[in-house]
Each structure stands twice: as C-alpha cells, then as structure tokens.
C-alpha cells in the first residue's frame, strides 16, 4: 500500500499500467476514493489498441472494471455513469466472445442499474443505459419487450423532438411485434415532426424524403393505399424541389439515416429473430448492433455472392422464377453494400452506383417476360427504382433520383 501510494505522489508521470497497479491495491483501503479511478483505468487498459487481437484479456479487463464500478458506494454521484459505461464494455466483449446468456444478464444489470441512477438523480435521462437492452431482446425476436423499452425512452424524453433513432426503433420493433397500427402511428409522428423541422430548416428535405417513401411503404403494406399516394406525392414534390434548387443543408450525418430506413425496408426478407438464431436489430444504428450479430450478417455476404453469380447463368428451363430469386439475393446483397459503405459520405456513388443499376435491369427483365405477372413485375420494377431514387438522394444525384422516383411512382400509382 505504502508503494502504491508513493507511486501516485511521485513528480513522474507514471503509465496507465503503473497507475492501475497502484489503483487496485489502494482501492482495497480506501474504495471510496480509489474505486473510481480503478475502473476507468480499467476500462482504459481494456480498450487499448494493445489487445484488439486479444478479447480474452479485454473481457478479463472490463469484467473486472464492472466488478469495481459495482462497489463504488452508492452516493457517489458518477456511480451510475461509471457502472453503466463498465457494464457496456463487459456486454460488448461478451457478445464478441459469443457468450450471448451471460451477455444478455449484463445488459438487464444495466437497464437496472439505469433506473435506481435515474431514481437517485445521478442521471438526468430514464432512457440511460436502456437501449442496450432493447437491441439485443430485437436480436432474439422479443420484439414486443423491445418496443415497449424504446416507447418509454421516447415518452419520457421532449414530446416534440424529432428523436429520429428512438422513434425510428420503437416503430421498427412494434411493426415486427405485429402491432403495425401502432407502428404507423409512431411514424407518422416521426414524419410530422420532420416536416415542421425542414420547413423551418433544421433538417435536409432529404430526411423527409426517405422517411415518407418509408411512410408509403407502411402504409402498402397495411392496405392503406390512398395514405401510401400522398406519401408517394409528397415525397415527389419534395424530390422536384431538390432537383432544381439543390441541397442547401450540409447533410454529413443523413447518410446513416438513409442506409437505416433501406435496411428496414428489407428485414422481412430476412430470417426471422429468435434465440438460437440472432439476427440485427432493423432500424437501431449499425453501431447498435451486437458485434457477433454484425460480424454474422457481414460474415454472408460471400455465400449471397455466389447464391446471386448462380442464378444469374443463362436459365434453361425457368427463367421467371430463377430471375425472380436472383432479385431477392441482389437486393440483400444491396443492403449490405449500403450498410458498410455509409462512412464514406459523399464518396458513395461511385462504389454503389452499380450496384443500385443492376437492381433496376434485374427488374426491367423480369418485367420484358412474357410469363411474368404485371403485378409483381411492376411492383418490383418499383421497388428497384425507389431504391436508386434513395440511394442517389444520398449521393446527391438529385436530378436522377426524381426521375426515377417519378417512373415509380407512375407505375404503382
């Protein structure tokens, strides 16, 4: 104790590995003081670029910076913060090392935890350290616990912010939990407070432009055609204004929200959540996502390959149905794409612009059959068009994106 004391008070600047030495002998006499200090410096180590390889040593360092951060005394005021930001750590690394169980008890301790510091006024916000939980119950197809975790979020937060994330993800998991008048509802509200921001400026028409196409197609698939229409109007209007005037709103951070709505538009092609099969979390951030759900979805974009490059030789006996799989696997394999592209910002046309055209001519000779239903061919000659339209808002490629948009709308309206 006498030389880890001396450490501290020495002139020289001691590492972060000499400090952790001495933090864990004093925190042992002097927890009130020490326990803080040892758990950041834990959380520190942990994080090092050191053992990026190495996530046995980091799951020992964060589950010991959660060991400490659960002994801090409970009238420290940072107590809450620094056990939530430990117990993060510990689930990320549980949930890379696959132990989802044990995972999944951590991010309950977590959401716990959250609400005594929310009780005791040591965080300001009830939604702290909820999401976590959230996403992984989404994860395992608990879709109806996850959106009444992410309604409470957002009812306890400032009824008219935007809250794009929050409203986004309760609308998600109450549409996969079946409540999908709820979820309109959500999103309507969502779309109504986007609207009132971009008139008044605050947020690109871009925004609004994805959210309504994402409204129209909400609102198809509850039957709800003439609401579908006036999303689909709306959204064009908006699309004609872009195409002659430009963005005039710097838009870095609207990519994210572009490649969320798209790869939620798709989730019912995926498998179904459950258990013993985790799938993403559709509509929460990427950055969301649990790294061995990530890592798996990330991990099957080979296979959808060479899926998609065997359909894709000259069909012999049924091309209709084979062209029709061979859209299916492109558009998954598209929403891949989008999703690990959307760091490159504006950098995105030229890697994904291809992508996004082959999509369309799949479409455009699904339609050119003389087999093929005219309802499926327009609606998937609709569906790709939409796609490009988004993906060139995204880019900014706005005169494009209204003429595709405006041959979509055409077709299904």
């Known amino acids: 104790m006498l030389r880890a004391r001396t450490m501290l008070l020495g002139s020289g600047e001691l590492s972060l590995v000499q400090k952790l030495e001495a933090y864990r002998v004093l925190a042992e006499v002097s927890p009130r003081a020490y326990l803080p200090k040892l758990c950041r410096a834990l959380l520190s180590r942990g994080y090092d670029g050191e053992f990026r390889s190495r996530p046995d040593i ?122 999908r008048t709820e979820a309109l509802d959500v999103f309507g509200r969502l779309v109504d407070l986007t609207r009132r921001d971009c008139a008044a400026g605050g947020i690109s028409p871009a925004v609004l432009t994805w959210e309504l196409v994402h409204h129209s197609h909400m609102f198809g698939t509850a039957g709800l055609g003439s609401e579908a229409r006036a999303a689909r109007k709306e959204a064009l209007v908006l699309l004609e204004e872009l195409g002659r005037t430009g963005e005039h709103r710097n838009g870095n951070n609207d990519l994210d929200w572009w490649a969320c709505l798209f790869a939620l538009s798709g989730r019912t092609a995926e498998p179904a959540a459950s258990s013993r099969t985790p799938a993403p979390p559709f509509g929460s951030h990427i950055h969301r996502w649990s790294p061995d759900v990530r890592h798996t979805y990330f991990e099957g974009i080979p296979a959808l390959e060479a899926a998609a490059a065997a359909l894709a030789e000259p069909a012999r006996t049924d091309p209709h149905n084979l062209l029709t799989e061979l859209i299916a696997v492109h558009r998954r394999l598209t929403i891949r794409s989008a999703l690990s592209s959307t760091k490159r910002t504006h950098r995105i046309l030229k890697p994904l612009r291809p992508v996004f055209d082959e999509g369309v001519t799949l479409a455009r000779r699904l339609a050119g059959l003389p087999a093929a239903s005219p309802d499926l061919s327009r609606e998937t000659l609709c569906r790709a068009l939409t796609d490009r339209s988004m993906f060139l808002v995204a880019a900014k490629q706005h005169g494009e994106a209204y003429e595709d948009f405006r041959e979509a709308a055409a077709l299904v309206d």
């Open 58 to 179: 980091q799951l020992a360092l964060h589950a010991e910076a959660a060991s400490a951060a659960r002994r801090i005394d409970t009238a420290e005021p940072t107590r809450t913060a620094l056990l939530v930001d430990a117990l993060d750590a510990y689930r990320y690394t549980l949930y890379a090392t696959g132990r989802r169980a044990e995972g999944l008890a951590v991010c309950e301790e977590m959401a716990a935890a959250a609400r005594r510091g929310f009780e005791d006024k040591q965080v300001t916000s009830r939604a702290h350290g909820q999401h976590r939980l959230a996403a992984v119950l989404a994860e395992e197809g608990r879709h109806r616990e996850a959106a009444e975790i992410y309604g409470s979020s957002v009812q306890s937060g400032d009824p008219d912010d935007v809250d794009f994330w929050g409203r986004v993800e309760w609308a998600a998991e109450l549409d996969a939990a079946g409540q």
